[in-house]
């Protein structure tokens, strides 16, 4: 995902994989940077740990998740701005960018961001530590999220629908993660639904149209 986005000239932090963890660190990759596994997703191996703020102590933590998950890592520059998530659904009429939806983060935290902790673990201190509503947007903005989800969901070859979690280098929005095939929910703090109610749609109505887009794609 990372290597099509740089490809296609798609704003994305800059990243580096790690596979064995004893590769040398690039020299203009930006620091703080957060570690993720490469091949897990709903946050698992994400803990405040995670966010490395200088390059010495990189390559320790790399070969504890390495070890730990089995698989390669990614760390990629820590973006601290705006979190939004961008649902875009294929309708008769044509693709079409649901009004984005906003992480906004409610707990004070020197790392706002959506560990496994506060996702999943109800006992720690970080749990629930977000909320998610209608993004409030300048003109500018929104048709910058508007132009570039639109370039992905394009260039990626993506389908019926997709979500992308893109985040702000200062006033530049950056893609974190293009998903094209997010889970469906019908959940209040779900940015996806808070999109398509936005748009005075049901759940039942958002997955119509996906089921209605696959009908057409067949029929063609």
């Known amino acids: 995902?990372?290597?099509?986005?740089?490809?296609?000239?798609?704003?994305?932090?800059?990243?580096?994989?790690?596979?064995?963890?004893?590769?040398?660190?690039?020299?203009?990759?930006?620091?703080?940077?957060?570690?993720?596994?490469?091949?897990?997703?709903?946050?698992?191996?994400?803990?405040?740990?995670?966010?490395?703020d200088a390059p010495g102590k990189l390559?320790?933590?790399?070969?504890?998740?390495?070890?730990?998950?089995?698989?390669p890592v990614l760390a990629e520059q820590f973006l601290t701005g705006r979190e939004f998530q961008v649902t875009l659904l294929e309708?008769?009429?044509?693709?079409?960018?649901?009004?984005?939806?906003e992480?906004?983060?409610?707990?004070?935290?020197?790392?706002?961001?959506?560990?496994?902790?506060?996702?999943?673990n109800a006992d720690h201190p970080d749990f629930q530590n977000s909320t998610v509503e209608l993004a409030v947007?300048?003109?500018?903005?929104?048709?910058?999220?508007?132009?570039?989800?639109?370039?992905?969901?394009?260039t990626m070859g993506y389908r019926d629908y997709a979500r992308f979690d893109i985040r702000c280098l200062g006033e530049t929005?950056?893609?974190?993660?293009?998903?094209?095939?997010?889970?469906l929910s019908d959940d209040e703090q779900y940015g996806m639904t808070v999109s398509y109610k936005a748009l005075g749609m049901s759940f039942a109505d958002f997955v119509w149209e996906i089921v209605q887009s696959a009908l057409r794609r067949k029929n063609v």
Not at 23 to 51: M, N
Not at 59 to 71: D, E, L, N, T
């Open 103 to 120: 992480v906004i983060y409610t707990k004070k935290t020197n790392v706002p961001f959506l560990t496994y902790e506060s996702r999943w």
């Open 59 to 71: 390559s320790g933590f790399v070969k504890k998740q390495i070890a730990a998950f089995r698989q």
């Open 1 to 52: 995902m990372k290597r099509r986005l740089d490809a296609g000239g798609f704003p994305t932090a800059p990243w580096q994989q790690f596979i064995i963890g004893d590769e040398p660190v690039r020299e203009d990759l930006p620091f703080p940077v957060i570690v993720k596994v490469s091949l897990e997703h709903s946050s698992v191996g994400l803990s405040k740990d995670a966010v490395i």
């Open 137 to 154: 947007l300048s003109d500018r903005l929104a048709d910058n999220l508007d132009r570039m989800s639109r370039g992905v969901f394009m």
């Open 91 to 101: 309708k008769a009429s044509g693709l079409t960018v649901l009004p984005p939806a």
């Open 173 to 183: 929005p950056m893609f974190l993660e293009v998903n094209s095939n997010p889970g």
